[in-house]
C-alpha cells in the first residue's frame, strides 16, 4: 500500500488555497492548509510534509522570514515559493535562504502539479526492496554521498542540504569532469523543459558550495564553473 503524500500549501488568500487545494486533492495528495507565517511554522515543525507551497507576501510574518525559521529549526522539506511577478529580488533571497523551486503568480494550476511532482520525484523516500542489496555510495577523497540514506559528508563531517542541493549534488558527482550547461541541469535535476528561470541553477550551485565549504574547501571546490557554459564535478589530482 502506498503511503499518502502530504503537502502544506500556505497563502493568506482564501481563494489561492481553495484553488490549489482542489487541484492536488485530485492528484491524491493529502493537502493542510495555513493562513499565515506563524501557523505554517507551527504545522511544519509538527508535522512530516513531503513538500510545502509557500506564499512569499504575507503580512506579519512572510514567506521568507517562514523559510529561513525552517532551515534553522532543520527541517529540510522541500519549499516551492509562490511569488508575484515583480518579486526577482525575493525569489533569488529565496533560493540563498533554502527554496527548491519557485512558481509565479498568476500561475497555471496544471503547472503547479508539475513542479509538485518533480519535485516529490526527487524527495519523496519509498521503501527498498532490495534492502540486502549493496549500498548506493559515491565515494571521493574529500566527499562521499551515501544514496540510499540521502547523507553528504565531506571529510567526515555531515553536510546538511535541502533535497533540490542534494540532487544537484548527486548529479553532479555521478559523472566527473563532465561537463553540464544550465539548461541540462533544469531538465535533468528540475525536470523543466519549457519553464525555469536559469539562475535557479546558479543560486543552488553557489548555496551549495557555502555549504560544502564550511567542512571543507576542498570539496566546495570540487563543484567547477566552466565560463559560458555551465558546471562540473571536477575530481582533483593527488
Given at each position: 500500500m502506498e503511503?499518502?503524500?502530504?503537502?502544506?500549501v500556505?497563502?493568506d488568500?482564501?481563494?489561492?488555497?481553495?484553488?490549489?487545494?482542489?487541484?492536488?486533492?485530485?492528484?491524491?495528495?493529502?493537502?493542510?492548509?495555513?493562513?499565515?507565517?506563524?501557523?505554517?511554522?507551527e504545522?511544519?515543525?509538527?508535522?512530516?510534509?513531503?513538500?510545502?507551497?509557500?506564499?512569499?507576501?504575507m503580512?506579519?510574518?512572510?514567506?521568507?522570514?517562514?523559510?529561513?525559521?525552517?532551515?534553522?529549526?532543520?527541517?529540510?522539506?522541500?519549499?516551492?515559493?509562490?511569488?508575484?511577478?515583480?518579486e526577482?529580488?525575493?525569489?533569488?533571497?529565496?533560493f540563498?535562504?533554502?527554496?527548491?523551486?519557485?512558481?509565479?503568480?498568476?500561475?497555471?494550476?496544471?503547472?503547479?502539479?508539475l513542479?509538485?511532482?518533480?519535485?516529490?520525484?526527487?524527495?519523496?523516500?519509498f521503501?527498498?526492496?532490495?534492502?540486502?542489496?549493496?549500498?548506493?555510495?559515491?565515494?571521493?577523497?574529500?566527499?562521499?554521498?551515501?544514496?540510499?540514506a540521502?547523507?553528504?559528508?565531506?571529510?567526515?563531517?555531515?553536510?546538511?542540504?535541502?533535497?533540490?542541493?542534494?540532487?544537484?549534488?548527486?548529479?553532479?558527482?555521478?559523472?566527473?569532469?563532465?561537463?553540464f550547461?544550465?539548461?541540462?541541469?533544469?531538465?535533468?535535476?528540475?525536470?523543466?523543459e519549457?519553464?525555469g528561470?536559469?539562475?535557479?541553477?546558479?543560486?543552488?550551485?553557489k548555496r551549495?558550495?557555502?555549504?560544502?565549504?564550511?567542512?571543507?574547501?576542498?570539496?566546495?571546490?570540487?563543484?567547477?564553473?566552466?565560463?559560458?557554459?555551465?558546471?562540473?564535478?571536477?575530481?582533483p589530482?593527488?
Amino acid at each position: 500500500m502506498e503511503e499518502t503524500v502530504r503537502l502544506l500549501v500556505v497563502d493568506d488568500e482564501d481563494r489561492i488555497r481553495r484553488l490549489l487545494n482542489m487541484y492536488l486533492s485530485r492528484e491524491g495528495f493529502e493537502i493542510d492548509e495555513a493562513v499565515d507565517g506563524a501557523e505554517a511554522i507551527e504545522k511544519a515543525l509538527a508535522n512530516h510534509y513531503d513538500c510545502i507551497l509557500l506564499d512569499l507576501m504575507m503580512p506579519e510574518k512572510d514567506g521568507l522570514e517562514v523559510l529561513q525559521e525552517l532551515r534553522d529549526e532543520k527541517k529540510m522539506t522541500p519549499v516551492i515559493l509562490l511569488t508575484a511577478k515583480g518579486e526577482e529580488s525575493d525569489r533569488v533571497a529565496g533560493f540563498e535562504t533554502g527554496a527548491d523551486d519557485y512558481i509565479v503568480k498568476p500561475f497555471s494550476p496544471r503547472e503547479v502539479v508539475l513542479r509538485v511532482k518533480a519535485i516529490l520525484r526527487r524527495s519523496v523516500t519509498f521503501p527498498d526492496s532490495t534492502a540486502n542489496s549493496s549500498k548506493d555510495l559515491v565515494v571521493f577523497p574529500q566527499l562521499t554521498i551515501d544514496h540510499d540514506a540521502h547523507r553528504v559528508t565531506a571529510e567526515g563531517k555531515e553536510v546538511n542540504l535541502t533535497p533540490k542541493e542534494y540532487e544537484l549534488l548527486y548529479f553532479l558527482a555521478k559523472s566527473p569532469d563532465k561537463v553540464f550547461d544550465r539548461e541540462q541541469l533544469l531538465k535533468e535535476v528540475w525536470h523543466y523543459e519549457f519553464f525555469g528561470d536559469l539562475r535557479t541553477v546558479d543560486t543552488h550551485v553557489k548555496r551549495l558550495r557555502e555549504k560544502l565549504s564550511r567542512v571543507s574547501e576542498s570539496a566546495a571546490k570540487m563543484i567547477v564553473t566552466v565560463w559560458g557554459v555551465g558546471y562540473k564535478f571536477e575530481v582533483p589530482n593527488e
